[in-house]
């Protein structure tokens, strides 16, 4: 036990609790503020295995029943339930993250889930038992036989990091970012209100340049997107209603808290806060950006969110995990028989596949997933809202149905223009996978014609080279025959 965590149990932590302990001290030394975390380690779970029957440890569960489902559906013993109580009340009446942190996985892809909930017996419980039977999703197990993880896994509970507004409860804002990556440059992403992680669809993505511009002045920022939308030069934000006028009340749309109750509200800011908001400065955040990369000696992706108190602005971290700058040396001169051209690129090398499988409706989920079942190495080209919140869960893609596929290339549909930054990408790179956003203005008729000459239905068969460049941002799909 820490002065910032305590660990209840022995055994394995997870990669995301393991980076938050060991960085924690030196994030506080660069000024970030840091919520005090327990992290329920593995073998605490130990007894609530054995009074279900599913086996004697998490590791040794049996494989062979549902166990995601028993898990949502079992109880924990009298010992565990007192300790959660405990873990509970530690945190008053403050509403709670309870967050996966499993082996392998420090970044976070959104494969395990991570639950908030209100301050109560059972919510809490519930929200414990259906972030541990996450481990045993199809999609987990697919994702970790892919990724290589090994195996492992931990539960962090912290209290959600916010403040009161006039309704609710949240911070002003929060994002992910990466303090540099391949291209060089670091950045962002901005959501208003809690939910600013990897897997949020949607936000402003903002780098030290362009906050230079106002002086760091998001307030500044937003308000010169909005006389842009009138005078249609091309920055846009996000983040901004424009056609409505709550904007200048200082409201925003965003995922918060009520204080006796979990929804998605909008934050009103009191008129207090709406000086406080206006005066908000984003060039303290990209200093301690910098500070930590030298720090750590890494680049690093980490989750972040922003408070005002008594006028005067707290940074605050939720995760962090060293990320890996890809460095490459491809020639993309020369390349013939082009099928398609991407950007927005994840993964670096050059890939050999044989099928392209088209998925652009949900209902072709099905067929993807028997397909799936029986092929690898295989190109998906799927509709960017498959994926985005645009659909009801229900009716997304998941990492079971295309476990096999080695590269991905988005369809941006017009419906669906949010940065694709998220999509997926977390899952993907840790896999190995490719993955790209199709470039319009690269497309040809000539390449188009190529690609439909050889396609049968919703696939395309022939022999194939991908070649990514992270570095250079860009994604070639050639046809070899």
């Known amino acids: 036990m820490t002065l910032d965590f305590e660990i209840i149990g022995k055994g394995n932590i997870g990669d995301k609790a393991r980076q938050l302990i060991n960085k924690t001290p030196k994030l506080k030394e660069i000024g970030f503020h840091v919520p005090i975390?327990?992290?329920?380690?593995?073998?605490?779970f130990d007894g609530f295995f054995q009074r279900n029957n599913l086996g004697e440890t998490l590791s040794s569960a049996d494989s062979d029943m549902n166990l995601e489902l028993m898990v949502k559906t079992g109880s924990f013993t009298k010992e565990q339930f007192e300790a959660?109580?405990?873990v509970r009340l530690s945190y008053g009446t403050m509403p709670l993250a309870v967050r996966s942190s499993a082996e392998g996985d420090s970044m976070g892809t959104g494969i395990y889930k991570s639950e908030f909930c209100k301050n109560e017996t059972d919510p809490f419980k519930k929200a414990v038992k259906n972030v541990l039977a996450s481990y045993f999703s199809l999609d987990a197990i697919s994702f970790r036989r892919d990724a290589k993880t090994g195996k492992g896994f931990a539960i962090n509970v912290e209290p959600i990091v916010g403040q009161r507004f006039m309704s609710s409860f949240g911070p002003m804002f929060s994002g992910f970012g990466y303090t540099s990556t391949s291209k060089g440059k670091g950045y962002i992403?901005?959501?208003?209100?809690?939910?600013?992680?990897?897997?949020?669809?949607?936000?402003?993505?903002?780098?030290?340049e362009i906050m230079n511009e106002f002086n760091g002045n998001l307030h500044e920022y937003l308000i010169d997107c909005v006389d842009n939308k009138f005078r249609k030069i091309k920055r846009k934000s996000a983040l901004v209603d424009f056609d409505s006028i709550d904007f200048f009340r200082g409201r925003f749309y965003g995922d918060a808290f009520y204080h006796n109750d979990v929804a998605p509200v909008s934050l009103d800011f009191s008129d207090e806060l709406k000086k406080d908001y206006r005066k908000l400065s984003m060039v303290p955040l990209f200093d301690m950006m910098k500070k930590m990369e030298d720090i750590f000696g890494k680049a690093q992706y980490f989750e972040w969110a922003l408070t005002s108190e008594e006028g005067k602005q707290k940074f605050h971290m939720l995760q962090i995990a060293d990320a890996n700058k890809k460095?490459?040396?491809?020639d993309f001169e020369g390349i013939e028989n082009l099928l398609f051209v991407g950007n927005t690129v994840t993964g670096s090398g050059v890939k050999e596949c044989y099928t392209i499988f088209n998925c652009e409706n949900p209902d072709d989920r099905e067929e993807l997933s028997e397909f799936n079942r029986h092929n690898s190495n295989y190109i998906l080209k799927?509709?960017?809202?498959?994926?985005?919140?645009?659909?009801?869960?229900?009716?997304?893609?998941?990492y079971e149905h295309f476990s096999n596929a080695s590269v991905f290339l988005e369809i941006p549909d017009a419906e669906h223009v949010n940065n694709p930054i998220s999509h997926l990408t977390g899952q993907l790179d840790m896999s190995g996978k490719f993955f790209g956003v199709l470039d319009y203005d690269f497309q040809t008729d000539e390449?188009?014609?190529?690609?439909?000459?050889?396609?049968?239905?919703k696939f395309y068969s022939g022999k194939m080279h991908v070649h990514a460049s992270e570095k250079q941002d860009k994604i070639v799909i050639a046809a070899l025959d």
Do not use: C, H, K
């Not at 959501?191 to 030290?208: A, F, Y």
């Not at 390449?447 to 239905?457: E, I, L």
């Open 37 to 44: 975390r327990t992290v329920l380690a593995e073998d605490f």
């Open 84 to 86: 959660l109580q405990n």
């Open 189 to 208: 992403s901005v959501v208003p209100g809690l939910g600013g992680g990897v897997n949020r669809r949607d936000g402003e993505i903002l780098t030290r």
């Open 327 to 330: 460095l490459d040396t491809l």
């Open 382 to 398: 799927y509709a960017g809202r498959l994926v985005s919140n645009l659909l009801p869960s229900d009716y997304r893609l998941r």
């Open 447 to 457: 390449m188009w014609d190529r690609f439909n000459s050889r396609t049968n239905g």
